[in-house]
């Protein structure tokens, strides 16, 4: 069986902005596509938003293992 760090996963990145300035995040997800408003909450939650944060971008990262996404090369 493949280890976590090696199963692929669709990866997006989160821009948000609040009173405080612009705030990122990076998740990855099984499926592609179909991010959902219970998502962009995580995501917002785990960049350090606050309730009246907006999202500016939401970009598709690729598909990759999370070994090779936090991989410097």
Same mark, same amino acid.
């Given at each position: 069986?493949?280890?976590?760090?090696?199963?692929?996963?669709?990866?997006?990145?989160?821009?948000?902005?609040?009173?405080?300035?612009?705030?990122?995040? $990076?998740? @990855?997800?099984?499926? &592609?596509? =179909?991010? %959902?408003?219970?998502?962009?909450?995580?995501?917002?939650?785990?960049?350090?938003?606050?309730?009246?944060?907006?999202?500016?971008?939401?970009? $598709?990262? @690729?598909?990759?293992? &999370?070994? =090779?996404? %936090?991989?410097?090369?």
């Amino acid at each position: 069986m493949k280890e976590d760090k090696d199963l692929l996963v669709h990866w997006y990145s989160f821009a948000f902005y609040d009173e405080y300035g612009y705030h990122t995040t $990076y998740m @990855g997800y099984d499926i &592609k596509d =179909q991010i %959902t408003p219970t998502m962009i909450d995580t995501a917002k939650d785990l960049a350090g938003c606050t309730e009246n944060s907006v999202l500016l971008a939401l970009s $598709y990262l @690729g598909c990759m293992s &999370k070994k =090779q996404f %936090t991989e410097d090369d």
